[in-house]
C-alpha cells in the first residue's frame, strides 16, 4: 500500500528563518511526487511535480527536491505570507491519476 | 481563467438526510476527481472519471454515496442516509486529460456536516 507521511506537522519560522519540510514515502514504482499548498478554507494550490530522484524544481522562495525515499520543500528566508498547510502526494507507477496524500506540515511565518 | 468551481460552498444536514454536491471542472479538462479531507486526515481519494465514465470507484466508502457526471462536464456526488462520520471537506479536481502525471487542480471544496 502506498504511504506517505511529512514531517513535522506543524512548524513555526521567524520571518527570514530558512527551513525545510520532509515528505517521506513508500510506493510502488514512482511516477510522480506532488506539491501543493492549501491555505485555510480553500482547495489544495499546486505547486510542483518532481519525477525522478535528483530533480530539483524552483519557484519564489520554494525548492522541492526528491531522492528515492523522500522530498524535501525548502523554504528560503519565509515571509508571512508563506503561512499555510504543505500538502505531499504521490501517484504510483500503477495508476495513472490517483494521488494519495500525506497529511501536511502547517508553517506559520511570524513576522 | 476560471477554476474548478464547488456548491454549496457549506452544507449542513441532519443525519439520515441525502445531500448532493456539485462540481464544475476547467472548462476542457476530461478528468475529474473526488477527494475526501477529514479533520486531521490527509485527503483521500474516492472516485475518478475520464469523461462521463467511472473506471475507478474503489475509494467510495460506502454503497450510500455514488457520482455520476453528464456531458463530460458537471459531475455531482451524492451521500444517501448521511452519518455523522459522512462530515468532512469534500474536494473536486480536474485535470487535461487524467493520462500520465496531469497536475489535478483543485476547487475551493464543500464542507459537509451532519449533525
Known amino acids: 500500500e502506498d504511504q506517505v507521511t511529512q514531517s513535522p506537522e506543524a512548524l513555526r519560522l521567524q520571518e527570514g528563518e530558512s527551513s525545510s519540510l520532509n515528505c517521506s514515502y513508500t510506493?510502488?514504482?514512482?511516477?510522480?511526487l506532488f506539491w501543493y499548498r492549501q491555505d485555510p478554507g480553500k482547495g489544495p494550490e499546486f505547486l510542483f511535480t518532481?519525477?525522478?530522484a535528483g530533480e530539483e524544481k524552483e519557484k519564489e522562495r520554494l525548492k522541492a527536491t526528491l531522492t528515492k525515499k523522500e522530498s524535501f520543500l525548502h523554504i528560503t528566508a519565509p515571509k508571512p505570507e508563506d503561512s499555510a498547510t504543505y500538502l505531499c502526494?504521490?501517484?504510483?507507477?500503477?495508476?495513472?491519476?490517483?494521488?494519495?496524500f500525506g497529511k501536511g506540515t502547517l508553517l506559520t511565518v511570524n513576522p | 481563467g476560471a477554476g474548478v468551481s464547488q456548491s454549496p460552498s457549506n452544507k449542513v444536514t441532519e443525519k439520515g438526510k441525502d445531500v448532493e454536491l456539485r462540481c464544475d471542472p476547467i472548462?476542457?479538462?476530461?478528468?475529474l476527481y473526488w477527494y475526501r479531507q477529514s479533520l486531521g486526515q490527509g485527503l483521500e481519494f474516492l472516485i475518478y472519471?475520464?469523461?462521463?465514465?467511472?473506471?475507478?470507484k474503489s475509494g467510495l466508502p460506502s454503497d450510500r454515496f455514488s457520482a455520476e457526471r453528464t456531458g463530460g462536464s458537471v459531475s455531482t456526488l451524492t451521500i444517501q442516509r448521511t452519518q455523522q462520520e459522512d462530515s468532512a471537506v469534500y474536494l473536486c479536481?480536474?485535470?487535461?486529460?487524467?493520462?500520465?502525471?496531469?497536475?489535478?487542480?483543485f476547487g475551493p471544496g464543500t464542507r459537509l456536516t451532519v449533525l
Open positions: 479536481a480536474s485535470s487535461l486529460s487524467g493520462g500520465g502525471t496531469d497536475t489535478q487542480y
Open positions: 510506493v510502488s514504482g514512482l511516477r510522480g
Open positions: 518532481l519525477y525522478s
Open positions: 502526494a504521490v501517484q504510483a507507477g500503477g495508476s495513472n491519476y490517483k494521488l494519495t
Open positions: 472548462s476542457g479538462h476530461t478528468a
Open positions: 472519471f475520464q469523461g462521463n465514465s467511472a473506471p475507478d
